[in-house]
């Protein structure tokens, strides 16, 4: 048996590491506003794990459609419904059966000061408030639940005035957090870590006021080759990316 020489050995781990490196993919991913946070813990244990690249462009599911439409370079999708990856699915532009739901959705009424909010609706309709924040319901399904919650509550016409629109959810909560706006609808996740509330205060706007906000994750045409995309796709599904999901305020 030949014996390594120390000179061999690092030879041999230099191969080795080429080999993984050559291994490793980059991964393009549009992926809604509200899964920011989530998105970039699970992308650092991804990327640890496996040795690929996640590059994400965050903004709302709307707007991320269309650059998906006008051919941006978007190999995986992960959106805040689960209508818009069917379209994009039943267009060609995503792979067939790729399509899964990869979180669930809840919305919040959300005020940056810690008294403003009771755990309760009540603030929203006493009216006495100058702005109520909501992303844009034309881009942004978290935007699109905001109006049912008005609607179901027959506040719509009352607080019309008073809305002002981010063009994403993120947009949203920058009007509240930033004190542009007393109080606002936004995705729990945004608010919320480990079981309790990050800062403010809030009502956690009961389901039955809205539609269900089911997440879809979709493998694009322009990714069905990237092994780093599908590798991605799986992780989302295992259980290291559930914990964190779930962490945020999400159900699975």
């Given at each position: 048996m030949t014996e390594r020489t120390p000179r061999t050995c690092l030879a041999l781990f230099a ?202 994750a979709l493998l694009l045409k322009q990714g069905q080759h990237n092994p780093a995309a599908r ?14 999901i779930t962490s945020y305020g999400y159900n699975r």
């Amino acid at each position: 048996m030949t014996e390594r020489t120390p000179r061999t050995c690092l030879a041999l781990f230099a191969g080795l590491a080429f080999c993984a490196s050559a291994l490793a993919e980059e991964v393009q991913v549009a992926v809604a506003a509200n899964f920011t946070a989530p998105l970039q813990a699970i992308a650092r244990k991804f990327e640890k794990e496996t040795g690929h690249n996640v590059v994400a462009s965050f903004g709302a599911t709307g707007q991320l459609y269309a650059q998906i439409q006008h051919g941006a370079p978007f190999e995986v999708y992960l959106a805040a419904d689960d209508s818009t990856p069917a379209k994009l699915e039943s267009a060609g532009l995503g792979v067939a059966g790729s399509r899964f739901t990869y979180a669930m959705g809840s919305l919040v009424l959300w005020s940056a000061k810690a008294d403003y909010l009771d755990g309760s609706d009540a603030v929203l309709k006493q009216g006495q408030f100058q702005h109520l924040a909501i992303a844009n319901p034309k881009a942004a399904p978290y935007g699109l639940a905001a109006t049912q919650v008005l609607d179901k509550l027959g506040l719509r016409a009352a607080l019309q005035s008073k809305l002002v629109e981010g063009q994403s959810i993120t947009q949203a909560l920058q009007f509240v957090s930033t004190g542009n706006a007393e109080l606002g609808f936004v995705a729990l996740s945004q608010v919320f870590k480990d079981g309790q509330l990050g800062s403010g205060s809030a009502w956690i706007v009961p389901q039955t006021l809205y539609a269900p906000i089911n997440q879809d994750a979709l493998l694009l045409k322009q990714g069905q080759h990237n092994p780093a995309a599908r590798a991605l796709l799986e992780y989302l599904q295992g259980p290291q990316a559930a914990a964190i999901i779930t962490s945020y305020g999400y159900n699975r």
